[in-house]
């Protein structure tokens, strides 16, 4: 075990040297379904606020508060991962999983926060691996709190959905704990361990069918052929939650998760309300 996260430790080290490279907004056409919440999104009426979005954000910036020039311009926050044997089933699975950190480090670019797996344990997940508040229980009581890491569980899903046994969930986060599936398709870990890993640093849910921290329906179906590069193209965080993970450079480990300051709290109410959310 000494030997796979040291393996994890060189290997995710070369792979978070240097910042990914900048996402890019999506170019292709835009989806000619759009849902009520996208709608709800994009309509100004939601926001009270006098002038609209623009207005308000103006205003938050002349509040001063929680400055992000006074945060360090990145942080690397260590992950301690609980991993199911099933996942040395997938193909070249070590790569895999250190793909899997490369895709979520590129959403994450934009906002100076960066993940690196710091250890690696065998963890099954048995009869409850689709339970993902039974595992969710389980990985805080057998993987103690250290106060300097996350701790992340993965449980293998073959089946590509399964809502009754998880609870209706696809996904799992509290404190600075999280549970994901691992899925047959990459992609899909990806975007999943993007989102879960968002609520530890702050993020909140958004309507809206491409962005990371959307309602838990949008994001998680993707079309079977999507390759990584599009994924990374095409699902971004809400600026709501991108201003969230800027200040999540700042926080701190607590047992209750990462905890701003509460001059950073207000403003990420302020944003709330600007966005209507």
């Known amino acids: ?10 290997l995710l080290l070369a792979c978070g040297s240097a910042p990914p490279p900048p996402v890019q907004p999506p170019t292709a056409a835009p989806d000619p379904v759009v849902g009520e919440l996208d709608r709800l999104l994009a309509r100004p009426a939601q926001v009270t606020t006098p002038g609209g979005v623009a207005a308000c954000l ?12 006074e945060l360090p311009p990145w942080r690397v926050i ?34 100076g926060l960066q993940w690196r797996v710091r250890e690696v344990f065998d963890w099954d997940p048995g009869a409850q691996r689709h339970e993902l508040y039974g595992l969710l229980d389980r990985l805080q009581r057998e993987l103690p709190y250290d106060g300097r890491s996350v701790r992340l569980g993965i449980s293998v899903w073959e089946e590509r959905r399964i809502f009754a046994s998880s609870g209706g969930e696809i996904g799992l986060s509290q404190y600075e704990s999280c549970v994901v599936p691992s899925w047959p398709r990459i992609e899909n870990d990806c ?75 207000e403003r990420l109410r302020q944003l709330d309300a600007c966005y209507g959310l």
């Not at 999983?97 to 934009?110: D, G, K, M, S």
């Open 58 to 69: 103006r205003q938050v910036e002349r509040g001063a508060l929680c400055p992000l020039e």
């Open 78 to 111: 260590p992950v301690r991962v609980a991993l199911d044997p099933r996942y040395h089933r997938w193909p070249a699975w070590r790569e895999r999983l250190a793909r899997t950190i490369a895709c979520v480090n590129t959403f994450y670019q934009p906002t």
């Open 191 to 265: 975007v999943i361990l993007a989102h879960e890993l968002g609520h530890l640093a702050g993020a909140v849910h958004v309507p809206g069918k491409h962005w990371i921290m959307g309602w838990a329906a949008s994001p998680f179906h993707l079309p079977a052929g999507d390759p990584l590069a599009r994924v990374t193209a095409v699902y971004r965080f809400h600026p709501r939650n991108r201003a969230a993970l800027l200040l999540a450079r700042g926080a701190q480990f607590t047992p209750g998760g990462l905890a701003l300051p509460e001059a950073c709290n």
């Open 1 to 10: 075990m000494a030997a796979l996260a040291a393996f994890f430790g060189a």
